[in-house]
């Protein structure tokens, strides 16, 4: 998959191609049928698939305090796009000045002239440009104009799959990680490379693996029994998501202490699913209760984690 980052970077051989638009989070099975068939469509008038993206994302850029937790790094949508098979993927980086461009002028310049789009797929309440003027009508009229046939998402994909990326927050937010993986068509994991900490954890016999969550919120916060695939390994362990406030910590972080593992694994790619939410973030008073929850919580989860795997085993 060729990667485009920034408008500024497509050349006169990027024009003529079947296109997407939207924000991916998470590319869920309602992502994939779209996907699917805008791949099927862009091989059968021999044109390269196409998908733009926002980075950062519409709603971080203008109401960052509202905006909805990310199910997925770029990263993480980089290679599931990859894996789909989009051949092209288009990185716009989102600013105000961008937004404030006349729809008008985002059609003319960058569909028509740049992209030279002959098929494109957006969301019904897609809006873009200057006060969000721009809009599926608008859009569907510029492709009579300009020769190109715009067509809705709803309407695209194969079966009515009613998923979305806010469906899949509501179920991790109520600890439903099944019915999330379902939606996701894989399990829910928080990826990312095992960064240095404070070394805390391993003061008082629970050293822990960390991870820079790299996103503006997490989609889900608390202790959680997990598992977490590392160098080929998939180990059970107990796993902090969010800050720290015994510690005073501020900054999102994902922490996992590995069960009967003591490898250096820094700098290495740890993905963690979850599997059982133990708790939710609590500050303690004192460093030793905060030693004594976390023997706890390892205990839990070792034992919610052996019942799980008891009963996968069961005939």
């Known amino acids: 998959m060729e990667l485009i980052r920034g408008l500024h970077n497509i050349r006169a051989q990027h024009k003529s191609c079947v296109l997407t638009i939207g924000k991916f989070d998470g590319v869920h099975l309602g992502h994939k049928a779209v996907l699917s068939s805008l791949i099927a469509k862009a091989k059968s008038l021999g044109l390269p698939s196409t998908v733009m993206v926002f980075e950062p994302q519409p709603e971080e850029v203008f109401s960052p305090d509202n905006a909805p937790a990310r199910l997925s790094r770029w990263r993480d949508k ?7 098979g989009i051949d092209r993927l288009i990185c716009v980086h989102f600013t105000a000045k961008f937004a404030s461009q006349s729809p008008e002028h985002f059609i003319e310049h960058t569909l028509v002239n740049a992209l030279g789009v002959k098929f494109l797929v957006v969301g019904d309440d897609f809006r873009f440009g200057q006060a969000r ?3 599926f009508t608008m859009l569907k009229a510029a492709g009579h104009e300009h020769g190109f046939s715009v067509v809705n998402t709803a309407s695209f994909r194969h079966d009515d799959c009613r998923i979305s990326s806010t469906a899949i927050r509501e179920a991790l937010a109520n ?3 099944t019915l999330a ?3 996701l068509g894989r399990e829910f994991t928080i990826n990312g490379r095992v960064v240095h900490g404070q070394a805390k954890g391993r003061t008082i016999g629970f050293p ?3 991870v820079n969550l790299q996103r503006a919120k997490a989609p889900i916060v608390g202790v ?4 977490a695939e590392c160098q080929g390994l998939r180990l059970d362990g107990v796993a902090n998501i969010g800050t720290r406030p015994t510690v005073d910590g501020h900054q999102g972080l994902l922490e996992v202490h590995l069960f009967d593992f003591d490898q250096d694994i820094y700098g290495q790619y740890l993905s963690v699913s979850l599997q059982h939410k133990l708790r939710g973030i609590k500050k303690f008073d004192t460093f030793a209760q905060l030693q004594t929850q976390i023997a706890e919580d390892a205990q839990q989860a070792r034992n919610l984690l052996a019942e799980s795997s008891s009963a996968q085993t069961k005939p």
């Open 78 to 84: 980089y290679e599931a796009l990859k894996d789909i």
């Open 133 to 135: 003027r721009g809009d």
């Open 175 to 177: 600890n439903q990680f």
């Open 181 to 183: 993986n379902e939606m």
């Open 208 to 210: 822990t693996a960390n």
């Open 224 to 227: 959680f029994a997990v598992q």
